[in-house]
């Protein structure tokens, strides 16, 4: 069975990715990726979901070029999916903002961590995760009784520049991917526990 190659291959990258071995992680991906956008065409979430981790992958190794074109075509994908709305795809919008502000282009990086923001907010992720809501809001400096267009508003204004979201992005860039690859581990895990009984 094809999937099962796949899921085969991306555990392997997992584990590669894991032990830093960043070449032989991405070539386990990269066959993932063939299988499943062979078997089930390239706008599937089952290949999102390995455009995630090879975007993850290039992120943590430094190659951010690579890592946004993987993450912006699992953004695509999902919203052409209509599945634009769990929090794998707000950890994905805010590591293509981190990518952006690290490349110096603020107005796309607050782009995205506000749409980011706005799929926490909307789909209760942000209720469920006052981790992730604190986060979030400290990134883009909403107060509790203001919305972010109020604050974004306030600080153009004020001509504020964005070195307090680059400075709090520095912070929790990090935080926020070992998140993810902590969700990601605790995943594989569960599967692993499945295929014992």
């Given at each position: 069975?094809?999937?099962?190659?796949?899921?085969?291959?991306?555990?392997?990258?997992?584990?590669?990715?894991?032990?830093?071995?960043?070449?032989?992680?991405?070539?386990?991906?990269?066959?993932?990726?063939?299988?499943?956008?062979?078997?089930?065409?390239?706008?599937d979430?089952r290949?999102?979901?390995?455009?995630?981790?090879?975007?993850?992958?290039?992120?943590?190794?430094?190659?951010?070029?690579?890592?946004?074109?993987?993450?912006?075509?699992?953004?695509?994908?999902?919203?052409?999916?209509?599945?634009?709305?769990?929090?794998?795809?707000?950890?994905?919008?805010?590591?293509?903002?981190?990518?952006?502000?690290?490349?110096?282009?603020?107005?796309?990086?607050?782009?995205?961590?506000?749409?980011?923001?706005?799929?926490?907010?909307?789909?209760?992720?942000?209720?469920?995760?006052p981790?992730?809501?604190?986060?979030?809001?400290?990134?883009?400096?909403?107060?509790?009784?203001?919305?972010?267009?109020?604050?974004?508003?306030?600080?153009?204004?004020?001509?504020?520049?964005?070195?307090?979201?680059?400075?709090?992005?520095?912070?929790?860039?990090?935080?926020?991917?070992?998140?993810?690859?902590?969700?990601?581990v605790?995943?594989?895990?569960?599967?692993?526990?499945?295929?014992?009984?």
């Amino acid at each position: 069975d094809h999937d099962k190659v796949a899921d085969a291959l991306i555990a392997i990258g997992n584990v590669w990715s894991d032990v830093d071995n960043i070449d032989q992680a991405s070539r386990a991906y990269q066959e993932a990726l063939t299988i499943r956008s062979y078997v089930y065409g390239e706008q599937d979430e089952r290949v999102a979901t390995v455009l995630q981790y090879m975007g993850i992958l290039e992120f943590r190794s430094g190659d951010i070029d690579k890592a946004k074109h993987y993450l912006e075509d699992y953004v695509n994908i999902k919203q052409e999916n209509n599945a634009a709305g769990d929090r794998d795809y707000v950890n994905v919008l805010f590591i293509i903002g981190n990518i952006h502000k690290i490349k110096g282009e603020d107005e796309f990086a607050t782009k995205r961590w506000t749409e980011a923001y706005q799929v926490a907010q909307s789909s209760g992720i942000a209720k469920s995760n006052p981790q992730l809501s604190q986060v979030m809001n400290n990134l883009l400096n909403v107060g509790p009784d203001e919305t972010h267009q109020e604050t974004m508003a306030n600080q153009s204004s004020a001509g504020t520049s964005t070195s307090r979201m680059s400075i709090m992005m520095e912070r929790i860039a990090e935080g926020f991917v070992d998140e993810a690859e902590s969700a990601h581990v605790q995943a594989q895990q569960s599967k692993a526990q499945l295929k014992e009984t």
